[in-house]
C-alpha cells in the first residue's frame, strides 16, 4: 500500500509568491512615480518663481531639495531591488522553471536531513541526504537532494522509502513507501 503524492509548494504558495512579486513592484512603482511627481512640482515651482516674478531666491532649496529625493530614491530602489525584490523574483522563477521544467523520478532512501542552508540560484534550500541509484557513477550512491528552505517535510527515519520527483535536483513532490522491500536501490 502506498501513499498519495505531496506537493511540496502548493498551488497557493506558489500564487501568494506571484502575487507578493506583482504588490512589491507596483509599490515600488508607486514611489517611483512619487517620486517624478515631487520632481516635477519642485522643477515647476522654481521656473514658474523665475519666470513670473524673477525671483531666484527658492532656486538653491528647490535643488537640495531635489537632490536630496534623488538620493533617498536610489539608495531606496538599489536596496529594494537587490534584496527583497531580487528575492521573490528569483523564487518566482524556480517555481515557474518547476512547473515547466524536466523533471525526474527516482526512488530511494531517506538518510538524514543537513539543515545548512545553501543557496543555489537566488533561493535558499536545505538538504535531504538520500540512497540512491547512481546517475552517472556507478560507486556514489548518495545523492543530496535540495528542499526549499520554508518546507517542512515530514518526520522521516533513516531508511525510509520514499519515491521522489525533482526538477533540477530540487525537491518537486514525493511519495512514502511503507515497505522498505518496495524499492530496490
Same mark, same amino acid.
Given at each position: 500500500m502506498t501513499q498519495e503524492w505531496v506537493s511540496v509548494?502548493?498551488? %497557493?504558495?506558489?500564487? @501568494? =509568491?506571484?502575487?507578493?512579486?506583482?504588490?512589491?513592484f507596483l509599490t515600488w512603482l508607486g514611489i517611483f512615480a512619487a517620486y517624478l511627481i515631487l520632481v516635477g512640482v519642485l522643477i515647476g515651482v522654481s521656473v514658474y518663481r523665475v519666470n513670473v516674478f524673477?525671483?531666484?531666491?527658492?532656486? %538653491?532649496?528647490?535643488? @537640495? =531639495?531635489?537632490?536630496?529625493a534623488s538620493v533617498i530614491t536610489a539608495v531606496y530602489s538599489m536596496f529594494f531591488?537587490?534584496?527583497?525584490?531580487?528575492?521573490t523574483r528569483k523564487y518566482v522563477k524556480m517555481l515557474r522553471d518547476m512547473e515547466t521544467g524536466l523533471k525526474d523520478a527516482s526512488y530511494v532512501k531517506f538518510l538524514e536531513f543537513d539543515r545548512a542552508e545553501v543557496m543555489k540560484d537566488g533561493v535558499f534550500f536545505y538538504t535531504m541526504v538520500v540512497d540512491a541509484r547512481p546517475l552517472?557513477?556507478?560507486?556514489?550512491?548518495?545523492?543530496?537532494v535540495l528542499v526549499e528552505h520554508t518546507v517542512t517535510m515530514p518526520e522521516l527515519v533513516?531508511?525510509?522509502?520514499?519515491?521522489?520527483?525533482?526538477?533540477a535536483n530540487i525537491l518537486t513532490e514525493y511519495k512514502l513507501i511503507p515497505n522498505k522491500e518496495d524499492v530496490a536501490v
Open positions: 509548494i502548493s498551488d %497557493g504558495e506558489k500564487s @501568494a =509568491a506571484r502575487r507578493e512579486k506583482r504588490v512589491l524673477r525671483d531666484r531666491s527658492l532656486k %538653491g532649496l528647490t535643488t @537640495a =531639495a531635489a537632490i536630496i531591488f537587490s534584496i527583497k525584490y531580487r528575492l552517472k557513477r556507478e560507486d556514489i550512491t548518495r545523492r543530496s533513516p531508511g525510509q522509502a520514499l519515491r521522489i520527483i525533482t526538477h
